[in-house]
T-cell receptor, first 115, second 113 residues
Framework: AQSVTQLGSHVSVSEGALVLLRCNYS??????LFWYVQYPNQGLQLLLK??????LVKGINGFEAEFKKSETSFHLTKPSAHMSDAAEYFC?????????????FGQGTILTVHP | SAVISQKPSRDICQRGTSLTIQCQVD?????MFWYRQQPGQSLTLIAT?????????ESGFVIDKFPISRPNLTFSTLTVSNMSPEDSSIYLC??????????FGPGTRLTVT
């Protein structure tokens, strides 16, 4: 069974600093991986996805993530944090096949950006 | 991308009652999903709803508690039956397109007293 683990339930950075949110997955087959953002009292918005094409994936709002099979990781980064990036971020995976469409979510990481 | 709306956006219900949540999509989709997000928790898949077939429930979720309808390719409902305070959660529907992208509705925030 697939699992997704996010390391760090809370991450705090200064405005302008690098954002790094960690995600590791376990799967017996190459997964499809996603990062979502959830602002307070809102639904989830897709930031980016990995579907076995390029290993470096660029998303919206300046975020990107790199799929590293050797490390079973899909960490999310942004070079320079902005106050508007403060939100909760979820990494999710889909093993495909008979699990098509069924997303397994990590526990979420709350990003705080301080001036 | 698909645009998804949910009704109601929030509700406060008494234990023992039922609430039906509606999910409307602006385009025809084959697969729709229902998730639960308990307070301070991540999202957990409740069931997959495909038009023309019975919903498929994940482990820990049963049809008697969470009956689902999928009458057409743009609409689905989830009923939370015989509610208890433990059912207080955000319920979200989602749809998936052919590129594996999954889009979520804004959620229904349910409080059971």
């Amino acid at each position: 069974a697939q699992s997704v683990t996010q390391l760090g339930s809370h991450v705090s950075v200064s405005e302008g600093a690098l954002v790094l949110l960690r995600c590791n997955y376990s799967s017996s087959v190459p997964p499809y991986l996603f990062w979502y953002v959830q602002y307070p009292n809102q639904g989830l918005q897709l930031l980016l996805k990995y579907t076995s094409a390029a290993t470096l994936v660029k998303g919206i709002n300046g975020f990107e993530a790199e799929f590293k099979k050797s490390e079973t990781s899909f960490h999310l980064t942004k070079p320079s944090a902005h106050m508007s990036d403060a939100a909760e971020y979820f990494c999710a995976g889909n093993a495909g096949g008979t699990s098509y469409g069924k997303l397994t979510f990590g526990q979420g990481t709350i990003l705080t950006v301080h001036p | 991308s698909a645009v998804i709306s949910q009704k109601p956006s929030r509700d406060i219900c008494q234990r023992g009652t039922s609430l039906t949540i509606q999910c409307q999509v602006d385009s025809q989709v084959t697969m729709m999903f229902w998730y639960r997000q308990q307070p301070g928790q991540s999202l957990t898949l409740i069931a997959t709803a495909n038009q023309g077939s019975e919903a498929t429930y994940e482990s820990g979720f049963v049809i008697d508690k969470f009956p689902i309808s999928r009458p057409n390719l743009t609409f689905s409902t989830l009923t939370v039956s015989n509610m208890s305070p433990e059912d207080s959660s955000i319920y979200l529907c989602s749809v998936q397109d052919g590129t594996y992208e999954q889009y979520f509705g804004p959620g229904t925030r349910l409080t059971v007293t």
